[in-house]
């Protein structure tokens, strides 16, 4: 017994010594990285840290049967990048736990922090530590990401007033739909000599969603250094989950225009070819990662405009109202009904 814990540390170590050669990166803040009891970072000027932590389970969070370890450790880490995002925040520093179980092979564990690292780069993003554990189980995931702001600045969810428009990011419903589509393959087995009315690059474009999200890093810290939004959240549960967040938080009822709601053509054709509303996917799907802010209505031109310079597609859905009002929308025919509530929670 004795003789196998000491093997799996020894496993442990070489596993953490070749993250750390492969991962580790030195700038004058990170004072100390992987390699000791704790990481040490150079504070100079006076910031906010930001600080966000999620665990991930296999057969919860991900399915390694449609999922690459790649795509897992790719999401898990932008799901963390967007938490930061709706906060207008830089990420800068992240920290991963994980739980191997036997299945899964050094092989395995590299290609998920390929994933990690893949998610990393592309926000500039550098790993200073973690934690390395066997599991009798399945994989666990665990990350948590550091990002800072301006002292006093930064979007929350509480900041909504009565009367403030409602804007999106992107398109809603994307993911739900590529995840859709990666679970039909893998009923069938056959996914391309499958006859589908679903243009490929519609199929592509929506498996992509799912597999390869991009949080809108570069849209929070403009929402928050350019004082627009009076409140943000990232849509990670689906519209009408997050949307209710907003609401509580902020203490406001809230008015979705239907018809405003953004959803890509492949999400469309998707539903389409489905029998579907593609309204639900947008409604009831998580893990757009797309960013939901409210703005004052005296900023609806200013934020249109630098949008349009700077080419983020922002959207305006809705209206802030009072409380009582309650969180409603109106149909294409313009008849108000509440928003049913019927995003993805875990234990339900
Ligand atoms: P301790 O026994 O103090 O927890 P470890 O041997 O677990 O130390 O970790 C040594 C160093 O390697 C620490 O800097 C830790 O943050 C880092 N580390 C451990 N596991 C991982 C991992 N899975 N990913 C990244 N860094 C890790
Ligand atoms: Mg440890």
């Known amino acids: 017994m004795a003789h196998r814990k000491t093997q799996h540390r020894i496993q442990e170590f070489t596993l953490i010594r070749a993250i750390e050669r492969r991962f580790a990166r030195e700038t004058p803040q990170v004072v100390q990285g992987i390699g000791d009891d704790a990481s040490v970072f150079a504070v100079s000027t006076p910031k906010w840290w930001h600080v966000t932590t999620d665990l991930l389970a296999e057969a919860v969070h991900f399915d390694l049967s449609i999922a690459s370890p790649e795509s897992v450790g790719y999401r898990a880490a932008m799901a963390n990048l967007s938490d930061i995002a709706a906060m207008g925040a830089v990420p800068r520093y992240m920290l991963t736990s994980i739980a191997v179980p036997n299945k899964f092979t050094a092989r395995h564990t590299y290609k998920l922090y390929q994933g990690l690292m ?17 599991s009798k189980t399945g994989l666990f995931l665990s990350i948590t990401l550091i990002g800072t702001t301006t002292k006093g600045r930064a979007l929350f969810r509480r900041g909504a007033h009565v009367g403030d428009l409602i804007y999106v990011t992107g398109t809603l419903g994307d993911s739900l739909a590529g995840l859709q589509l990666l679970i039909d393959d893998k009923k069938t087995h056959s996914p391309p000599s499958k006859p589908t009315q679903l243009p490929r690059f519609h199929r592509r474009f929506l498996i992509d969603r799912h597999l390869h999200p991009n949080a809108r890093i570069a849209e929070g810290q403009w929402l928050n250094t350019a004082r627009l939004a009076t409140s943000a959240i990232d849509l990670s549960d689906g519209l009408s989950g997050d949307l209710q967040h907003i609401c509580e938080e902020s203490r406001v009822g809230v008015e979705l225009d239907l018809s405003k709601i953004p959803i890509s ?29 409210t703005i004052p209505r005296d900023k609806q031109a200013t934020v ?17 109202r009072p409380r009582q009002f309650g969180i409603k929308m109106r149909s294409v025919e313009g008849h108000l009904y509440p928003i049913p509530m019927t995003s993805y929670e875990h234990f339900r």
């Open 118 to 134: 893949n998610a990393c780069c592309l926000h500039n993003v550098i790993l200073v530590g973690g934690d390395t554990s066997a």
């Open 304 to 320: 249109e405009r630098q949008a349009r310079n700077r080419r983020y597609q922002v959207t305006c859905i809705g209206t802030v």
């Open 265 to 293: 053509p492949a999400c469309r054709s998707y539903a389409k070819n489905s029998h579907l509303q593609p309204i639900q996917f947008a409604l009831t799907g998580g893990e757009d990662y797309e960013l939901l802010f």
